[in-house]
């Protein structure tokens, strides 16, 4: 039997894209869900490298001046999806900050808003750019995420004699559920000997002074470069980490896709799936060489909608909130257990979807798996629709489990499919 799982972050809110909150399952196999494709919206930018920041009021997008790589430039847009070119221009003041016309640094110079509590104002959004070649990363910080100045001191020690690291869009963020700075960087060496495109991890407390470079030489699949990673903590569970890494194959004309996998804080990385999420598809000019980039950051652009950005054809990709990946039953009854669960507070909700025929029935359970009074199958309201936000009832009182105490989950589905589950307290709502 698994330890008792206690929610340790502030969202009480796990998704189902590993075995984290199970014990047993039965008929049920994880499903990495798919992003749907909206038409190309003429007014999005398009530029290497770019990153969509939400700021809870509006949205920026910074991107690298395409074809050339002289500047970084900025827009802005009311609802992530028209894109106002007025707002368009370089991300800085090129006479105060004359180093960032450098063109090592426009060529992957990638902003985040900090969400570090303690972080001064003026430092709110902070920045990375640089390749081996300048023998390390720079850093830069503004107040308002559009005039940025640079850090007197070093990002990351220098890069060791002879290896590449780099030179591709790393990515940065304050992570709350390990209390630190992150950085997330491409690496073309590894440890073990084999010269593959792949990610490394190093972590500061201040964003100053930085440990130990952190290897994943398990994570490439045989003959595959991951060129970028595109990790950032989802916002709705920030312990986790997304990533759509372009994955690029040497062997196949240089061709790109879209991966997908996770980084779980004190576990490591999860891949539910290890194919493309988004593959080229019909249009031929998605199958030429740095074809296949998603702007970092997945941003809310509706009540229940994730997007997603394709940078060069001006996609914007669809997901529902929390739907990357589901614990899936198909036509046939599967059922499974929680590891015991401590009950962080509030209600317990599901997002769920089932088929027209479909249903989940859920059981709570004692820390042996015996049903408890009045939260059997028997008086279970049977769930079948699509919800994001579900909360299941037992006739005729609800469940009288609370804060504190430990208990299991047991389900059975048919035709069904759970993305998260999550304690929320109903004045919240």
């Known amino acids: 039997m698994k330890e008792i799982y206690r929610f340790q972050h502030r969202i009480k809110r796990e998704l189902f ?8 399952a039965e008929g049920l196999e994880f499903q990495v869900q798919k992003p749907v494709p909206q038409p190309p919206e003429e007014s999005a930018p398009q530029g290497y490298y770019s990153t969509v920041i939400f700021d809870d009021v509006k949205y920026r997008y910074y991107f690298r001046e395409f074809p050339s790589e002289r500047h970084t430039l900025y827009a802005e847009s009311a609802d992530g999806r028209r894109w106002d070119h007025a707002s368009q221009g370089p991300a800085w003041d090129l006479d105060r900050n004359s180093a960032l016309r450098l063109p090592n640094f426009t060529h992957n110079f990638t902003p985040f808003l900090d969400r570090n509590p303690a972080a001064p104002a003026e430092e709110r959004y902070k920045a990375i750019a640089g390749t081996y070649l300048d023998r390390g990363l720079a850093s830069f910080y503004s107040a308002d995420g559009i005039h940025f100045k640079r850090y007197d001191r070093p990002l990351i020690l220098p890069v060791p004699e002879g290896v590449e690291m780099l030179d591709s869009q790393n990515t940065a963020f304050y992570f709350e559920a390990e209390n630190c700075y992150v950085i997330f960087f491409r690496v073309f060496h590894l440890p073990d000997g084999r010269k593959i495109r792949s990610v490394a991890r190093v972590t500061s407390p201040d964003f ?13 699949e045989p003959d595959e470069h ?10 709705r569970a920030p312990h986790i980490c997304v990533g759509t890494p372009t994955r690029f194959f040497e062997d196949h004309g240089a061709a790109t896709d879209i991966g997908l996998f996770f ?3 004190g576990r490591g990385f999860v891949r539910p799936g290890k194919e493309a999420w988004i593959r080229p598809g019909l249009d031929e000019e998605r199958w030429k060489n740095r074809a296949n980039y998603l702007a970092l950051n997945p941003v809310p652009t509706a009540e229940n909608e994730l997007s997603f950005y ?9 997901l529902p909130l929390d739907r990357f990946v589901s614990l899936h039953a198909g ?3 599967g059922c499974w257990i929680s590891r015991p669960i401590e009950h962080p ?3 317990l909700e599901l997002n769920a979807a089932t088929s027209a025929g479909g249903r989940i029935v859920l059981e709570l359970c004692d820390m042996e798996g015996n049903v408890l ?11 079948w629709g699509d919800r994001i936000a579900w909360r299941p009832q037992w006739r005729p009182s609800g469940n009288g489990i609370g804060k504190g105490e430990v208990f299991r989950i047991r389900a059975f589905m048919k035709e069904a499919d759970l993305f998260s589950m999550s304690f929320c307290n109903p004045e919240e709502v």
Do not use: K, M, Q
């Open 226 to 235: 991951l060129y970028t990673s595109g990790l950032t903590p989802y916002y």
């Open 208 to 220: 100053e002074h930085w440990g130990e470079i952190e290897f994943f030489p398990s994570l490439n």
């Open 17 to 24: 894209i590993d075995d984290t909150l199970l014990d047993t």
């Open 263 to 265: 980084y779980r804080a």
């Open 310 to 318: 394709h940078i060069f054809s001006r996609v914007r990709y669809t």
């Open 331 to 333: 036509t046939r009854e």
């Open 345 to 347: 507070g509030g209600t």
């Open 373 to 383: 009074p009045g939260c059997g199958a028997a008086d279970f309201e049977t769930f």
